[in-house]
């Protein structure tokens, strides 16, 4: 059970949660669990800032808000992760009115200690970011920030991926990396090659296999048969010419003068994720590659 879908589940529950987080990374949960509660329209978000759980009780921010509203229709992040006398007050608040009806849906995050030290009850959850997280809640994060920016679809799916793999469930490298430049994500000397090589394998194969079969179908009256490879090996089938095969008859019929480029592109990328190399940023970005697909 991944930790973003427990607490909404909670929340869809009517059960108050606590959620146990390390420094840095309440704001990017708070903006996913947002995203959800509006997506399952489990009521209206307000969110009681660190500021503010300094200067006001639990009581007292949880009365402000009733009285602007119907309490049962509220939905209240709050973030206690600045002092422990501030999560242990609201830690107690939440104990002592658990369950009750007209308490608002209630989150709160704070340090995983002053969290451990909460004991569950009716009505009361706890979760711990480090039993629950997983690669899918770094996926989460970054599909609700990176989508929002004005990317092609392409380079957010290449770029939430590798968040993705590269973050696991690090919640707070997930929250950097939707802040990095793709082109510097895909820098092997700032992040394990071994990791990106393995995403762009997973996105770019599927594109390369789409465009074969594709160029097969349109020029299907035109390819060579059998095609005989520098090694001898005949292939006398239209399905087994691969993107190398293609390639080399294009470069030597006019048939094929318009999509020299395009197989061109395709054979180098694919020789090299073939021989666990990473395609540079400017090969992704090139003017052939957004023909064919946009990664800019």
Not at 191 to 200: G, K, N, T
Request: charged share 25%.
């Amino acid at each position: 059970m991944d930790f973003l879908y427990a607490i909404t589940e909670d929340l869809a529950n009517r059960n108050t949660v606590i959620a146990g987080l390390p420094d840095g990374i309440s704001s990017g949960i708070a903006v996913a669990i947002a995203e959800e509660v509006k997506r399952k329209g489990l009521g209206q978000w307000s969110a009681v800032r660190s500021v503010e759980t300094g200067q006001r009780t639990p009581a007292q921010s949880v009365t402000q808000r009733s009285q602007s509203g119907n309490a049962k229709g509220l939905v209240l992040w709050v973030d206690a992760t600045g002092e422990d006398t501030v999560a242990k007050a609201w830690g107690e608040y939440v104990l002592r009115f658990a369950g009750s009806p007209e308490l608002p849906r209630i989150c709160i995050a704070m340090p995983t200690a002053c969290a451990n030290s909460c004991r569950e009850d009716r009505g009361l959850r706890r979760r711990f970011w480090k039993d629950f997280v997983t690669s899918t809640d770094s996926r989460v994060l970054a599909e609700r920030h990176v989508r929002r920016l004005e990317h092609s679809d392409a380079h957010a799916t290449l770029k939430c991926t590798l968040i993705a793999e590269l973050a696991g469930p690090d919640l707070a490298l997930a929250t950097k990396l939707t802040e990095t430049p793709l082109e510097r994500i895909l820098d092997p000397e700032n992040y394990p090659l071994e990791s990106i090589w393995a995403v762009q394998l997973s996105i770019l194969f599927p594109l390369i296999e789409r465009e074969r079969r594709r160029l097969l179908e349109i020029y299907r009256d035109f390819w060579h048969l059998p095609h005989v490879r520098e090694n001898g090996r005949e292939i006398r089938h239209l399905e087994k010419l691969e993107i190398g095969d293609m390639d080399t008859q294009a470069q030597q019929s006019e048939v094929f003068r318009n999509e020299r480029e395009r197989l061109g592109w395709l054979r180098r990328v694919r020789n090299s994720l073939a021989h666990i190399k990473i395609v540079p940023w400017s090969t992704l970005t090139s003017p052939v590659a957004r023909q064919i697909v946009d990664f800019t």
